[in-house]
């Protein structure tokens, strides 16, 4: 997390930052394109300075459902057992993100997804799907203001 709110706004000649240049040279290095990597850099930070302000978050919970029920039976044994090693050492968890009505102050869930098994679910370096929930909550985040405003 960042060191405080605002710090990462992009400068006043519109060059990126150093947090994203610094966030961008760690999703390349983890394998994300060039492009890809950018984007998820931009909302990386973006999330950031949002969540330090309270207005989004990421959350995982334990997963409900079976992972063998919703994938059903791998062929090879050896690959059930890799994945029940995964799944005792990770744990399986829905990771939903959220973004909080400035008006009421309650959340509201903007995306999830479920049967992550990662060792840090809600780490956009080690969960790829992070970014897309951060930027699910940040598009949430824009129409409830839009609304909010227009109203």
């Given amino acids: 997390m960042k060191p405080s709110p605002k710090h990462s706004l992009v400068s006043e000649d519109g060059a990126p930052t150093a947090w994203q240049v610094a966030h ?3 999703f390349r290095k ?3 394109g060039a492009a ?3 984007r998820a850099a931009k909302i990386l930070d973006r999330f950031e300075d949002e969540e330090n302000a309270g207005r989004v978050k990421i959350e995982a919970h334990a997963e409900e459902a079976s992972y063998f029920d919703v994938y059903g039976e791998p062929d090879d044994p050896k690959e059930r ?3 029940e090693r995964a799944l005792e050492l990770n744990g399986c968890f829905v990771v939903a993100s959220y973004s909080r ?3 009421c102050e309650s959340w509201t869930i903007a995306d999830s997804i479920g049967m992550c098994v990662f060792s840090r679910v809600c780490d956009p370096f080690d969960n ?3 970014i897309d929930l951060m930027d699910a909550a940040l598009r949430a985040l824009e129409t409830r203001h839009a609304i909010t405003v227009r109203s």
């Fill in 81 to 83: 057992e890799e994945i």
């Fill in 128 to 130: 790829f799907y992070v």
């Fill in 36 to 38: 890809s990597a950018w």
């Fill in 101 to 103: 009505c400035s008006e």
């Fill in 24 to 26: 961008y040279k760690r």
């Fill in 30 to 32: 983890i394998g994300h």
